[in-house]
């Protein structure tokens, strides 16, 4: 296979479809509880080095409740792929990040993550191999399909594709040139969903963003869901089921997991939530005192829940979106 | 008509919003193309159908969406998927338009997201290439939105996240981007801009009102092409900014 | 780009990706009343010699109100992407088609397709090209993400591959052989769905098989629906949208639709009926004879509804499956 | 216990059936397979997780499906999804076993379903490969099953449409062929076969009662290799046959 241009970037998580096979082969396929406190999910399946990734945005369906836990047991050396806005910001700022697969890390409406830039700036990020929102989606869905690489025609002549691992090849077929981006499997992956139950059977309101295609990509998948329901209503729905039990490692109950990111049909964002980080992430002592007064000075997501309080989720709950 | 005074974002998105073809797809990134769309499908483009980077397509805008995942993305709308189905409409030639910001643009169009700087020792880190890098690569046209300043409009992008025209003429066929795709204007603080179709290079098309041309181009970092005759782009109207202030940035976020 | 091998079978229907991508700008964004009669849609968008597919089987939430509808018109020299069961037999000893990308016609429990078998050992059906069912649904998903290929694992090392039109290559990140699949793009693509808008938006329940892929992969999409429900049932539900109205031309009101396949939780198998075509296709003469009883005999699906009678379809109707 | 009289098809499904693991993914073709599954969800195997082709996973098979698609395929199932979803599931490694039917088969457990005699001037059209190819490329073990006679127990497949073992050891990695896989028991009206490991070729390993050796060889259109042992199967026990009878093919399509 003629190779016309090779990206710069390191290979941050090389892979092995074989080997993940076999991974995947190891998997359970018996229905067993899974359910489990956040502390042991993070626990057991993230380790200091690891790969991992988060679903959606802190501020949309995010595991934000995990996220936090992941600071909280202080796990090094993270090798993320990333495209996030609060979740990574808070794992930036802790100073867990050693290598990026970079998307877009910023605070989106708020504009630059203050966190990111000192991350990166200070070489505490020792790596950042860059791509496309869409071509780091299609990398999951390669791993996802079990194949290991996928075209696209996204990123050709740039540099966001001369600094990641991309690869431009011709078309055999047409002789057209596209990109190929190599599978991408995680070590770990943290998502949100509205409802879950006890095996990890998974179901989502609104856009599943890039849920499917994580969750098939990942060798530890840990799911926080607002709700566990039981085993019958899934199966009454089977349709509704996007992401299967099999994929799953450990299913943590977290109402308001998301917070202060929003909920789609159950809660609206925390704006003043939202806020309070970007004005805190500011300096680095700001994101340190944040960092302590939700994260490290809490046992767990039970106690953020009584410190955030039942007025203003109730506020947030006001502001969801409905259907009418 | 009554005298209005505005702001300079708030002329920008004016101008914005009235590039919003009606009956297009749109692809809308996260800030000051979501003012624009808003405004547009209030105004000149009610069958705009916004399309957002992780699913939503064909909301109603009723309320600003501040993420490109929030409900409001999806609000009343035609589909709610994942970032593929939009990311490969793209791709497949379904999104007309791509919406986009950056830090620094180039005379090709081509925009910075990702650092200032050396890309491994960074002056300055910058959110990386998101969505913008498949818009602009795969989208038929894209409409650039920026503050306007020698600094940001810059003769060479510290790193071209998102492709415009990269290197001239041709140049986007030779690296592969699909056929008859590529930036169509830039529509600025001070001006709106769009690209001389023999050299790809930019071009003033019409300045903002009382916008001189030659302050556009001391705000400009490269030798920017002047047309025949410049126009003037009209001040908004005052529906326009009641629709602004009263019913889309009711936060004040960005105006 | 290294060729390890190239299957013999042709292509039969080329594509250009760059092509497909004009095609689709031109396709309207507008919400237009899209509902018309059978005769209407398939007279406008399915013609002599065009590329046809439909989705899932002749027994299982299939077309075959407008497959009928294609017989009616007598509509030649298809080509035609197969994998089916009652509605591609029906075209088949109707003398409709003439290539065929197949990867499974028959008769399910009932066998071998008699029809299948005299078009092709007559060489009435010019060519077969192989593939697996795996393999032409990636091919309809390659076209569905806009990109030349798409890699598998499947297929390697057999004659499957061998009489079909993929290639070999090496995998350049890692080395390992896989075959690629051309991406496949239809002329017409045929799909039977539970609900839609007027403006073609649609939903499915159940196994949504490979509807959202040929959809996506296709130039003109031809939507029968058991029920045409209201815009705003959709704009309430957008994350049941499996095929939104940009992608549609025609949306044809089908109750029973899919008779004698079923639809699920609405109708049954009609099991009598479905045996009936296997008896009488045993012969040229009793299929000849089929055809003439449920559609050449026929002005359309509404005079098939009153043959088939109430009754009938109340039974199926007692077979549907239930969410319990 | 009662002796009782059974059909050769009734005791294929019966020793088919006790061959699924309980707890194990497995990819169910149209016909006998399904038989089979439900049989074993029935006795052996309650936790088995049976994956129909269009998309249904995890059914509780309470009635026999006689389409890959039809809603018995996901009754009361875990997912509901799509055939990318079912086949992207075994591509990954995630199906335990396949259960597969064909035509012919060759000494490596190479099945063909596509044509008899050439393929251009088919003798006889077969349905095509289906799902076949893609369980017997994909899944980790596969299990045919088959009528035993000469005319399909082949030296040489008329085609390869779903890999066996190809031309012996080493030919499915040297393929491609994902690390692993391969055929590992081949059920027929007269016995039941495995393979031997050293040379990948089929070998007899045990009889159904009241089948001599001899009559499966002769039956065989190649050398079928003979272990020091052979062993005989047990016939259907009463409880199976009423299953079969009176819960799985109440309709008499099969048996």
Redesign the interface.
């Known amino acids: 296979m003629e190779i016309l241009q090779s990206g710069t970037g390191e290979l941050t998580q090389p892979f092995d479809l074989d080997e993940f096979r076999a991974w995947n082969r190891k998997k359970s396929r018996k229905l067993v509880d899974k359910v489990m406190p956040e502390a042991e999910a993070i626990g057991k399946f993230v380790y200091d080095g690891c790969y991992i990734g988060t679903e959606l945005y802190g501020t949309v369906r995010c595991p934000m409740s995990l996220a936090r836990e992941v600071v909280r047991q202080r796990v090094k050396d993270l090798r993320v792929c990333g495209q996030g806005v609060l979740e990574l910001d808070l794992w930036l700022a802790a100073g867990l990040v050693k290598k990026l697969d970079i998307t877009y890390i910023g605070l989106e409406v708020y504009g630059t993550s203050y966190a990111l830039r000192r991350a990166v700036e200070s070489g505490q990020v020792e790596k950042c191999v860059e791509w496309s929102n869409g071509a780091i989606t299609w990398r999951l869905k390669a791993a996802a399909m079990g194949v290991p690489f996928l075209p696209t025609r996204s990123m050709l002549g740039t540099d966001t594709l001369a600094y990641s691992a991309a690869k431009v090849v011709a078309d055999p077929f047409t002789g057209a040139k596209v990109a190929l981006l190599p599978a991408l499997v995680l070590d770990a992956a943290l998502i949100h969903v509205h409802r879950a139950d006890k095996y990890g059977n998974c179901q989502v309101d609104g856009i599943t963003g890039f849920a499917a295609e994580m969750a098939r990509a990942s060798k530890r998948l840990i799911v926080s869901a607002e709700e566990i329901i039981p085993t019958q209503e899934i199966r009454k729905y089977p349709d509704r089921t996007l992401i299967p039990y099999y994929l799953v490692d450990a299913v943590v109950h977290a109402p308001y997991g998301s917070h202060p990111g929003e909920m789609a049909y159950l809660y609206g964002r925390d704006e003043p939530g939202i806020k309070e980080w970007v004005e805190m992430s500011k300096t680095a002592e700001g994101a340190q005192a944040y960092l302590d007064k939700y994260i490290y000075n809490l046992q767990g997501h039970d106690e953020y829940l009584a410190l955030i309080g039942e007025d203003r989720f109730g506020r947030c709950v006001e502001l969801r979106e409905k259907r009418e | 008509m009554k005298e209005q005074t505005y702001s300079k974002t708030e002329l920008m998105i004016c101008v914005a919003a009235r590039l919003f073809e009606d009956?297009?797809?749109c692809f809308i990134g996260?800030?000051i193309p979501m003012l624009a769309a808003m405004l547009a499908s209030h105004t000149t483009a009610p069958?705009l159908?916004p399309v957002f980077?992780?699913?939503?397509?064909?909301a109603?805008l009723e309320e600003l969406p501040?993420?490109?995942?929030?409900?409001?993305?999806?609000?009343?709308?035609?589909?709610?998927?994942?970032?593929?189905d939009t990311?490969?409409n793209?791709?497949?030639?379904?999104i007309?338009y791509g919406f986009l910001g950056g830090a620094q643009i180039d005379p090709y169009g081509?925009l910075n997201s990702?650092t200032i700087g050396d890309?491994d020792?960074?002056?300055?880190?910058?959110?990386?290439?998101?969505?913008?890098?498949?818009v602009g690569?795969?989208c038929?046209q894209t409409v650039a939105i920026m503050q306007h300043d020698a600094r940001r409009f810059v003769p060479t992008v510290d790193?071209?996240?998102?492709?415009g025209f990269?290197s001239g003429p041709g140049?986007?066929e030779?690296?592969?981007?699909?056929?008859?795709t590529g930036p169509v204007y830039v529509v600025s603080t001070l001006a709106l801009m769009d690209y001389d179709p023999a050299t790809c290079r930019m071009r003033l098309k019409a300045t903002h009102p009382g916008v001189s041309v030659d302050e556009v181009l001391a705000s400009t970092g490269f030798e920017l092409l002047l047309p025949a005759r410049v126009e003037v782009n009209a001040p908004p109207s005052a529906e326009e900014l009641r629709l602004l202030r009263e019913e889309i940035d009711t936060?004040k976020?960005?105006i």
Not at chain 2, 159 to 163: I, K, R, S
């Open positions: 009956g297009a797809t996260t800030g069958n159908v980077e992780f699913g939503g397509t064909g109603i501040r993420a490109v995942g929030e409900a409001r993305t999806w609000h009343k709308g035609i589909s709610a998927l994942g970032i593929c990311m490969e793209a791709q497949r030639g379904f007309d081509n990702i890309h020792h960074p002056k300055a880190r910058l959110p990386g290439s998101g969505g913008g890098n498949d690569s795969l038929w790193c071209v996240t998102t492709p990269l140049a986007r030779t690296a592969g981007l699909p056929k008859g936060e976020l960005y």
